[in-house]
């Protein structure tokens, strides 16, 4: 499945890029992330618990941060395995300064989805997919705010 | 074995009383439980109809509901219907219209329609199929199917 | 396919189930109608610790007039009752048109009303009609003051609303419709009781000058979330439903207010092409109903 | 002789019993102490294995024991070929990787069993799914079969040099030669998807070992019992009288259950002895998308010839089939490819090339309409599009170019699925179209009906398509008819049934022979223990050769009853007469005696019975055919379309057929519709879909749609044509394929009559209302 979208963050690009790379910022805008923990600069395990309505599945895997081009870009890959399936995605993050404090996130990706959540899932998929990843802005935002009003 | 609950439920007239996991579909309660066989199992999530059953008269999906959820009601299988000598009028109406190939999703189909005569005496051909749209035949391509619905309609209505 | 374990609760009684409710807290799901949770369960998609089966509290089955003129619908009112109820078909003759569309008639026969909407599948027929029909939603909790939710802002995500774990949705009251007001449901699937590829309900009220008084129609299957439309209204209200203005309308909700996926079944493209047809079916015929009289 | 049975509408013998509930079906066998078998299956299509810890699901409480293959030691191995290659033609190159019953250093496609949990319930097996740790490292999905073909693709088989499971071409006349000489050549690309057997009752497998006895019972829904015997037998070192298979009533089987050798049949008889507990395994709906067989999915380079005129001069295929991971099944499939493409048609020049692909999807095997839809599909298609360059209507080129009955028998000199040569033995293929013209009336339609209704704004199209069906291929089949002396009809063959009546049909050949009630003949099918000799039930030869053989043992206990009532009475044989029921010596009926008393002196206890003269009223008979009897026909189908939605209804259904002679008219109806929906299914509804991963899409009927009552249409008009085949002694060809071959290429040209102002081209076998508007988009703005 192909990913792609973009966000405009009211922020300058060196924030939001540094947000990208908190692993607590990450952590706390990824809906049903239970645990995270660094294993290194760029690699990270994590427990993630999905409640979609009746339909819930639990993830563990790992995150890791790839080609980083600070502030400009980097790409991301989550790779995560439970018992309704796997799901691994790879995403490329591009920050552009708009210059006005405000950065245009645009991203492109792929995510693959095996398992039963593949087989017999396909007609949530789309709208609990961008469920997620509204819910995710939606979280980023609101940090962002607090960092951007405290410094 | 997690809990289990005790339930009594009528079962084509005949009190059952039994010890679940609440977890054992109706479906699976019916066919290995009670060896009611002819309910019959085909996609086990509410699409194919193959396992129809009436519920207190009221034909539902028995891979759809817990056996636990029958306990105090009253379930009718298509063991209920006929017996091999002396078919249901809907039955006979199958049997004559070649209504039938393999039989597995016919005991669906007659659970289906059994109530659907009652209401409807005289269903025209449209209110038929889409009686049926909940029944999945992979063998007769529903058109025989149809006119034995027809057929029992007018035998039934009959005999009224 | 077959379920995994869990606990099981069978209160008789509301006041039962709410206790049972927030013992549990997250680990309880209520088991309403159960046609698209049993299922889900089947699948191992769904693995609730625990079900709080509400099929034995008669009290929550009813459907009865409302001193406004309007309807309170239990939430355990199986859909089949609400497509069968002479009443129902008196008031809103919307759900009856609506009902036969959700899934097939055994599917009816068990699933019930408030499960449906509270389930919040957003290719749902049920939750949709909630919000176009601005039905009002009682929840009720333990040690909690009775709320009411309006449906538009019950459901929040897909599969996900407004209810805590350690509540439940009591009742739907549907409010009478103005005079003169038509509706119509226009849907496309690949087969008769399948999901809705798209589909659209208008609600449109018609003044005595047989101007557009006003309007509700939600785009639904074609979004994260069942959309209601704020192009139609500002097209429509205060002007005569021409054909021209209602292809408008029909342009520019299906340019800018929806985002349609592409699928196994069909692409963005196609459900934004069915989209803009069927807004013009459902308010062509909901005009011409109200027209009528209603 | 009487035909009192043959060819008359009789009502199913065994429909009481299905009626009632009280047939049974291989999960209602009950065996006490049964244990429950599950599979784990891979949620990768492609991935080396690591390992697979199944120590903690080993302690639940519940679970008995639980095999990966590494437990199964030197009992693993791939399974046989169960159908070889076609070594009949010259230069094909094959690589044989068979099917293995679970996997183990590497998974092929998504849905491969790693693990089987045994446990005191099905419930108990799959929670213990969730205590395995399943360690592998995925691997690129090969599942385009254009790409898999390149030599650079990903393998799915590492020590082959490429994906090329096999590389067949067949040639008859010259085609480039004749192309050199044509006035028009058309050449296109076409997608004929992937589709699933979806018989309603999922497969199943139930196996007893008797330590004491040394006996293995199975019970299995296979149409190839003796296949199943056979491999069991081998593969635990038994001889096959202790292994004995019964295949009780079975819920449809389409194709997909011939296929043997999979994890259940291969491992659940191997668990029931080591354990020696009855185990049984009831497939779920998800498995049987997952890991049971399929078909279809090819992609087709074609290319026709024509001179101006339109008469054919030659056509080229060079197709690619998707074998799956493994290519068990040989290549039944494209070889009925190749022989049905030419196979309506006068084609003097004919090139077909097979490049049959191994990708990460489970295996391929024949479904109903097996290979035949493709090539028909094809040719249809190809046709349409000349007539479409030619200016000529497509019903007047094919007019010209369908075979007639003065042509019969036909040589195409294609070799087919039994490798002979493929020879059409009967019918008049032109008689056939013609006669279905008529019967939709395409004149009136042409002229009246579709103006009227696109002044109406209405789109109607008409599609007017030929169609032949291969059927009853060999080897052989058999019987063995046994009148009891309760004077009752017994007849046991090792033919397994799906449904299709063949304990009707076959009584009735059987009782006009032997002048008994046809109610009185019980027919057994696909026991083991009753009969132990057979191939299968596929390729629409039940009719054909088990109605055969039935026909010649019958004739035997026939000739049986006149020689032992010859002899009771002592008078010659052109002395007796045959009742019903009972013998007598002509002009003295008062004094006769029973089939059932007859049966005792066939059988005496003191005596003698001759020398040459086997006892009882009891006789075995087999036929084989020297090659296929090839059934044929024509559809005309009129469609609705939604110009705004782009929803298609099929307005009218009219089919002719030719199966020759017709066995129960009823039954032969019920068989044409249910291809019909399949064969509307797979055109309108029903499709399979694998991700660039190899992921499954459709494994549950949310997305794989089957057709419903209200996507049928209203009535399907059935003519029949009764052109004998020459191949048996009652004419017979088979049907059970027919309906679903023409649907595709029949709504296509429907589709594209219906917006024929506009160049709209289907090159693809499914489509759905999205797939129509984007064809219409993309013609309209050509």
Redesign the interface.
């Known amino acids: 499945m192909k990913v792609e979208g973009e966000h405009l963050f009211k922020a300058p690009r060196e924030v939001v890029y540094e947000m990208f790379n908190d692993p607590n910022a990450l952590g706390a805008a990824v809906p049903g992330l239970q645990k995270m923990t660094k294993i290194d600069a760029s690699h990270y395990e994590a427990t993630l618990g999905i409640r979609v309505g009746p339909v819930s599945a639990n993830f563990s895997g790992t995150l890791t941060l790839t080609d980083e081009v600070p502030p400009e870009k980097v790409t991301l890959i989550v790779e995560g395995k439970g018992g309704a399936g796997f799901v691994k995605g790879v995403g490329h993050v591009n920050f552009e300064d708009l210059g006005d404090k405000t950065t245009m996130m645009r991203y492109v990706g792929e995510a693959n989805i095996g398992g039963t959540l593949a087989s017999v899932g396909q007609r949530m998929i789309d709208s609990v997919s961008k469920s997620i990843f509204k819910t995710a802005f939606e979280k980023l935002d609101k940090i962002l705010e607090e960092r951007w009003q405290q410094k | 074995?997690?809990?289990t609950?005790p339930i009594s439920v009528t079962v084509n007239g005949k009190v059952y009383n039994r010890e679940v996991?609440?977890?054992?579909?109706l479906s699976?309660f019916l066919?290995?439980d009670l060896?009611?066989?002819?309910?019959?199992?085909?996609?086990?999530?509410?699409?194919?109809?193959?396992c129809?059953i009436l519920?207190d008269g009221?034909?539902?999906?028995s891979?759809?509901?817990?056996a636990?959820?029958a306990?105090g009601h009253e379930i009718r299988?298509?063991?209920s219907?006929?017996?091999?000598?002396h078919?249901h009028p809907l039955?006979q109406s199958?049997?004559?219209k070649?209504a039938?190939?393999?039989?597995?999703?016919?005991?669906g189909f007659?659970m289906?329609l059994v109530p659907?005569l009652e209401e409807h005496p005289n269903p025209s051909?449209d209110e038929?199929?889409?009686?049926?749209?909940?029944?999945?035949?992979?063998?007769?391509?529903?058109?025989?199917?149809?006119e034995a619905v027809e057929d029992a309609a007018a035998k039934l209505s009959q005999a009224k | 396919m077959k379920p995994v374990n869990f606990d099981y609760y069978a209160p008789t009684s509301v006041e039962e189930a709410l206790d049972t409710l927030a013992e549990l807290g997250y680990n309880g799901k209520v088991l309403a109608g159960g046609q698209s949770l049993i299922a889900a369960m089947n699948f191992r998609m769904a693995r609730p610790g625990a079900l709080v089966d509400l099929n034995n509290i008669p009290e929550l089955s009813y459907i009865k007039p409302t001193p406004e003129g309007g309807l309170a619908i239990g939430t355990m009112t199986r859909v089949y009752a609400v497509e069968h109820s002479p009443e129902v078909a008196k008031r809103f003759p919307l759900l009856p048109e609506v009902a036969k569309f959700i899934a097939h008639p055994q599917i009816r026969r068990r699933g019930t009303f408030g499960g449906a909407i509270a389930h919040a599948d957003p290719a749902g027929q049920l939750p949709s009609i909630s919000m176009v029909m601005n039905m009002k939603c009682l929840i009720k909790g333990k040690g909690k003051e009775d709320r009411w939710v309006d449906a538009p802002d019950l459901i929040i995500g897909p599969f996900m609303t407004v209810i805590e774990p350690d509540e439940m949705l009591a009742e739907v009251v549907i409010n009478p419709l103005p005079a003169r007001t038509g509706a119509r449901y226009e849907q496309v699937s690949r087969q008769n009781g399948g999901y809705a590829q798209a589909a659209v309900a208008s609600i449109v009220t018609l003044d005595e000058k047989d101007n557009c008084k006003d309007v509700r129609m939600i785009l639904m299957g074609v979004g994260e979330l069942p959309i209601l439309s704020t192009k139609a209204s500002e097209i429509l209200v205060g002007n005569k439903p021409t054909t021209e203005a209602i292809e408008a309308v029909a342009e520019e909700a299906a340019a800018s207010e929806i985002d349609p996926a592409t699928d196994l079944h069909g692409t963005a493209e196609y459900r934004r092409s069915i989209t803009r047809v069927l807004i013009v079916r459902s308010l062509t015929e909901a005009f011409a109903r109200a027209e009528k009289g209603g | 002789m009487t035909a009192k049975y043959l060819s008359q509408p009789i009502k199913r013998l065994e429909d009481k019993y299905l009626l009632t509930g009280n047939a049974r079906y291989v999960d209602d066998i009950e065996v006490p102490g049964v244990l429950h078998a599950a599979f784990l299956r891979s949620d990768y299509a492609h991935a080396k294995i690591n390992k697979i810890d199944v120590s903690e699901a080993r302690k639940r409480p519940g679970v008995v024991a639980v095999f990966t293959a590494e437990d199964f030691g030197d009992f693993w191995k791939p399974g046989p070929l169960q159908v070889p290659p076609p070594t009949a033609i010259a230069g094909s190159k094959f690589n044989a990787r068979t099917i293995v019953p679970i996997a183990k250093d590497k998974i092929r496609y998504s849905g491969e069993a790693l693990a089987v949990v045994i446990a005191e319930s099905r419930y108990i097996a799959e929670d213990a799914f969730d205590d395995i740790i399943v360690d592998v490292e995925p691997l690129p999905a090969v599942i385009d079969l254009e790409k898999a073909w390149e030599d650079t693709s990903v393998l799915v088989h590492d020590d082959l040099p490429s994906n090329m499971a096999a590389l067949v071409s067949q040639e008859v006349g010259n085609y480039e030669e004749a192309k050199k000489n044509a006035d028009v050549v058309v050449s296109k690309r076409m997608l004929v998807e992937h589709v699933a057997g979806a018989a309603m009752e999922n497969r199943g497998f139930v196996a007893k070992w008797d330590e004491q006895d040394q006996q293995m019972t199975i019970w299995a829904n296979t149409q190839s019992p003796l296949t199943v015997r056979g491999s069991v037998a081998r593969n635990l070192g038994l001889a096959e009288s202790q292994v004995r298979v019964i295949t009780p009533y079975i819920g449809g089987g389409f194709g997909p259950k011939v296929m043997t050798s999979l994890s259940d049949d291969v491992l659940i008889p191997w668990i029931a002895k080591k354990l020696n507990r009855p185990i049984k395994w009831t497939e779920d709906r998800r498995e049987n998308f997952l890991a049971t067989t399929s078909e279809r999915d090819q992609i087709h380079h074609c290319e026709i010839a024509l001179k101006k005129d339109g008469t054919i001069l030659g056509f080229k295929d060079v197709f690619y089939h998707n074998t799956g991971a493994y290519d068990s099944y040989g290549m039944t499939v494209p070889l009925n490819t190749q022989t049905h493409t030419i196979s309506n048609y006068r084609v003097p020049n004919f090139y077909t090339e097979i490049r049959m692909v191994f990708t990460n999807t489970m295996v391929v095997t024949p479904v109903r309409g097996a290979g035949r839809s493709e090539g028909v599909f094809v040719m249809e298609r190809m046709i349409d599009f000349a007539a479409k360059k030619l200016g000529m209507d497509p019903t007047e080129l094919r007019l010209k170019n369908l075979l007639t009955a003065e042509e019969m028998p036909h040589k195409t000199g294609i070799i087919g699925q039994d490798f002979v040569a493929n020879v059409l033995d009967s019918g008049d293929y032109l008689d056939n179209y013609q006669k279905c013209l008529k019967a939709v009336d395409y004149e009136k339609f042409r002229k009246e009906i579709q103006p009227k209704a696109r002044k109406e704004g209405k789109r109607l199209g008409i599609g007017v398509v030929a169609f032949t069906e291969g059927t009853a291929v060999g080897p052989y089949e058999g019987c063995k008819v046994t009148i009891s002396t309760n004077g009752k009809v017994t007849m046991a063959t090792g033919y397994s049934t799906q449904g299709q009546g063949h304990q009707t049909v076959f009584a009735q050949i059987i009782a006009d022979q032997l002048n008994v009630k046809v109610e009185d003949v019980k027919v057994i099918t696909g026991d083991t223990g009753s009969f132990a000799w057979g191939a299968g039930t596929f390729a629409s030869r039940g009719a054909t050769l088990v109605g055969t053989a039935s026909y010649l043992a019958a004739q035997k206990v026939r000739a049986k009853i006149f020689a032992t009532a010859s002899k009771a009475f002592g008078v010659p044989e052109d002395e007796i007469e045959l009742g019903e029921g009972f013998v007598f010596v002509k002009g003295k009926p008062e004094n006769k005696i029973t089939l059932g008393d007859l049966a005792i002196k066939a059988n005496p206890m003191r005596g003698v019975v001759e020398p040459g003269v086997e006892p009882g009223l009891e006789a075995t008979a087999y036929y084989g055919p020297p090659h296929g009897a090839t059934g044929s026909g024509a559809l005309a189908v009129i469609v609705s379309v939604d110009p705004e939605t782009y929803k298609v209804k099929v307005e009218r259904f009219v089919m002719v057929d030719d199966c020759g002679t017709i066995i129960n008219p009823l039954i032969l109806d019920g068989q044409i519709d249910g291809g019909v929906s399949m064969g509307i299914g797979n055109t309108l509804y029903e499709k399979m879909v694998y991700d660039e991963n190899g992921q499954m899409l459709t494994a549950s009927f949310m997305d794989y749609l089957m057709p419903q009552a209200t996507d049928m249409p209203k009535k399907i008009e059935i003519i029949h044509q009764h052109n004998k085949s020459p191949l048996n002694p009652l004419g017979i060809k088979g049907i059970g394929e027919a309906g679903a071959i023409p649907p595709g290429p029949a709504i296509c040209q429907a589709l594209e009559d219906a917006f024929s102002e506009i160049p709209l081209e289907i090159l693809e076998s499914n489509l759905n209302p999205s797939i129509i508007y984007d064809y219409v988009k993309k013609a309209r703005n050509s």
Do not use: W
Request: hydrophobic letters at 35%; charged letters at 20%; a negative charge.
């Open positions: 074995m997690s809990q609950f996991e609440p977890r054992l579909l699976d066919r290995h060896g009611l066989i002819g309910t019959h199992v085909g996609c086990e999530h509410g699409i194919c109809g193959a129809t519920f009221e034909p539902v999906r891979c759809l509901i817990f636990v959820q306990n299988t298509v063991e219907l006929g017996t091999p000598d078919l039955q199958f049997k004559d070649h039938l190939q393999c039989g597995f999703c016919t005991p007659l289906t659907f051909e038929i199929r889409e009686a049926i749209d909940g029944n999945i035949c992979r063998c007769t391509g529903y058109e025989k199917i149809v």
